[in-house]
């Protein structure tokens, strides 16, 4: 079984009268374990993909699958717990609560799930693998970028997902801080078997990746 599969994947945007075609007919596959990176121009299509996939934005045509299950046309309530079991999310601004420690920020997925009693102690964990135990009591203020973005990579993974979905996930850091960045997705993908699948512009992110998928005009090159 594959970990993703879009069969035919379109999406269309009302404008006026019309409509502007986002994606085109997209298919294909990642397997488990795999780390595959989004590639293409700007308006391209890349980052509306990735929003399908992970279960934030629906097609207007097509089929999405995560580790089997077809999340196309859950209801919210059905979508919302696979996206908290199956699917851990990095952005590019990180996204963190600015009043919340780091401990509380990654702490904050588990509060709705079934292991909401064993938060703190998950949140600990998954910050040592992250390097950043001794940060756990600051604020996102009190930390810079790579830390703020390792403290969301600790949050989208606490749950403990089979699927990471990044974008840009190195767009705010230098290139030297996006490099380690990138090594901890390597180490962490290594240790934990999850699948990864990175929208990036940036080539050096996209050679880290086992495919690169292109795309272009809302269609796979």
Same mark, same amino acid.
């Given at each position: 079984?594959?970990?993703?599969?879009?069969?035919?994947?379109? &999406?269309?945007?009302?404008?006026?009268?019309?409509? +502007?075609?986002?994606?085109?007919?997209?298919?294909?596959?990642?397997?488990? !374990? @795999?780390?595959?990176?989004?590639?293409?121009?700007?308006?391209? !299509?890349?980052?509306?993909?990735?929003?399908?996939?992970?279960?934030?934005?629906? =097609?207007?045509?097509?089929?999405?699958? %995560?580790?089997? /299950? #077809? +999340?196309? #046309?859950?209801?919210?309530?059905?979508?919302?717990? $696979? &996206?908290?079991?199956? +699917?851990?999310?990095?952005?590019?601004?990180?996204?963190? %609560?600015?009043?919340?420690?780091?401990?509380?920020?990654? @702490?904050?997925?588990?509060?709705?799930?079934?292991?909401?009693?064993?938060?703190?102690?998950?949140?600990? @964990?998954?910050?040592?693998?992250?390097?950043?135990?001794?940060?756990?009591?600051?604020?996102?203020?009190?930390?810079?970028?790579?830390?703020?973005?390792?403290?969301?990579?600790?949050?989208?993974? $606490?749950?403990? =997902?089979?699927?990471?979905?990044?974008?840009? =996930? /190195? !767009?705010?850091? *230098?290139?030297?801080?996006?490099?380690?960045?990138? #090594?901890?997705?390597?180490?962490?993908?290594?240790?934990?078997? +999850?699948?990864?699948?990175?929208?990036?512009? *940036? =080539? /050096? $992110?996209?050679?880290?990746? *086992?495919?690169?998928?292109?795309?272009? *005009?809302?269609?796979?090159?």
């Amino acid at each position: 079984m594959n970990a993703i599969e879009a069969r035919d994947v379109t &999406r269309s945007l009302p404008l006026g009268s019309e409509h +502007i075609d986002i994606l085109r007919g997209i298919s294909f596959e990642v397997s488990k !374990g @795999e780390w595959v990176a989004l590639t293409g121009p700007s308006g391209s !299509g890349k980052s509306t993909l990735l929003g399908i996939v992970s279960g934030l934005d629906s =097609p207007s045509s097509g089929r999405v699958l %995560i580790n089997g /299950t #077809d +999340i196309t #046309d859950l209801d919210e309530d059905r979508l919302a717990r $696979v &996206r908290n079991r199956e +699917i851990g999310i990095v952005f590019q601004s990180f996204n963190l %609560i600015t009043t919340l420690t780091a401990q509380e920020n990654v @702490e904050a997925p588990l509060y709705v799930s079934e292991r909401r009693k064993q938060a703190r102690a998950l949140a600990r @964990e998954m910050l040592e693998r992250v390097g950043l135990a001794d940060r756990r009591r600051h604020k996102p203020a009190q930390l810079s970028g790579g830390q703020q973005q390792r403290v969301a990579i600790a949050r989208a993974l $606490v749950t403990q =997902p089979s699927v990471l979905v990044a974008d840009e =996930p /190195t !767009g705010n850091l *230098d290139s030297a801080t996006g490099a380690q960045v990138l #090594d901890m997705f390597g180490r962490l993908r290594d240790e934990l078997g +999850i699948t990864v699948i990175v929208v990036t512009h *940036d =080539p /050096t $992110v996209a050679a880290r990746a *086992d495919r690169v998928l292109h795309i272009v *005009d809302g269609k796979l090159a």
